[in-house]
């Protein structure tokens, strides 16, 4: 691999996960925010973390009707009302803490983070 394909790889690494986390895959963006701001948040439900090591990745969030929805793995999800963290993102976007998309936890959040707008 020459110098400049192999720059090319570097310079495109960033935009493939920024555009990953965009889309709400599992584990994409996590490890920037873990440590900062995932490890804090606590689900309303369990009083336990929010978090499982690549549970939580930056979204998209959008309202619908009377309802709030965030992009999982994709997928427009509808969000729990309550799932809502009422606390700014560092980035002020929007973040969500779910499993990965599969079986019985297709649909399932544990917390959402909106951008102050919404």
Known sequence: MGP???????LSLPLSISAAAQEG???AGHAQWHEGFYS??????TKTSCCNLADCRPTQSRMIGDHY??????EWTPV??????????PDAGAHVCAPKQQGSNKGVIYCVV?????
Do not use: C, F, H, N
């Open 4 to 10: 400049s394909i192999g720059i090319a790889i570097l």
């Open 25 to 27: 895959q599992y584990g």
């Open 40 to 45: 804090k948040l606590i689900r309303k439900d």
């Open 69 to 74: 929805e965030v992009k999982i793995e994709g």
């Open 80 to 89: 729990p009302k309550d799932t809502i963290q009422r606390i700014t993102a």
């Open 114 to 118: 909106l951008p102050p707008e919404m």
